[in-house]
T-cell receptor, first 118, second 115 residues
């Protein structure tokens, strides 16, 4: 059981370049998320999805786009990379139902993708 | 809106000594509280959670936390730490048991264990 898999682990981009961070989960979770982690700032939610075909903005969505065509995959797209997007990006997933349940708010994280924009 | 404050950004502790990592929250509604741990070069993983019931919650690796509604706190404790506890610890709060998009993380506390 792989859990949440992120690729690539490391990437260096030049200003203005584009790229996609890939995220896949094999736990049949309905919720998926993208966070960025900056030193001393904790985690900030970029985008999230409550199921295939449904996405919504989080706290810091500017400069990013997402799609959710399948339950398993949730790629994050950076269209015009800027130095402010230098960060560690984490994908996560969880399973939630109408009644909440033990799985509510229990996120499974990927190992992270470290992105540097120069 | 909810928020989380972790008062200590770094906590050094000698091995086998006790430790407390502090977390305070603010929210206008009932809350659910969590501690996540991040080991070096890894993603976060759940340490423990409070949804309802007993205010003393036990988690993995000997950690426990106590929910104090009157002081709006959820401090994490361990009676005797080990080198392997070196990690960053994040407190998080949600005001909904359904709808995980409401999870708000604190800025983290880096726990360093001194041999």
């Amino acid at each position: 059981n792989a859990g949440v898999t992120q690729t690539p682990k490391f990437r260096i981009l030049k200003i203005g370049q584009s790229m996609t961070l890939q995220c896949a989960q094999d736990m049949n979770h309905n919720y998926m998320y993208w966070y960025r982690q900056d030193p001393g700032m904790g985690l900030k939610l970029i985008y999230y999805s409550v199921g295939a075909g449904i996405t919504d903005k989080g706290e810091v969505p500017n400069g990013y786009n997402v799609s959710r065509s399948t339950t398993e995959d949730f790629p994050l797209r950076l269209e015009l990379a800027a130095p402010s997007q230098t960060s560690v990006y984490f994908c996560a997933s969880s399973y939630a139902t109408d009644s909440g349940g033990d799985g509510a708010n229990v996120l499974t994280f990927g190992a992270g993708s470290r992105l540097t924009v120069l | 809106a909810q928020s989380v404050t972790q008062l200590d950004s770094q906590v050094p502790v000698f091995e086998e000594a006790p430790v407390e990592l502090r977390c305070n929250y603010s929210s206008s509604v009932s809350v659910y509280l969590f501690w996540y741990v991040q080991y070096p070069n890894q993603g976060l993983q759940l340490l423990l959670k409070y949804l309802s019931g007993s205010t003393l919650v036990k988690g993995i690796n000997g950690f426990e936390a106590e929910f104090n509604k009157s002081q709006t706190s959820f401090h994490l404790r361990k009676p005797s730490v080990h080198i392997s506890d070196t990690a960053e610890y994040f407190c998080a709060v949600s005001d909904s048991g359904f709808g995980n998009e409401k999870l708000t993380f604190g800025t983290g506390t880096r726990l360093t264990i001194i041999p």
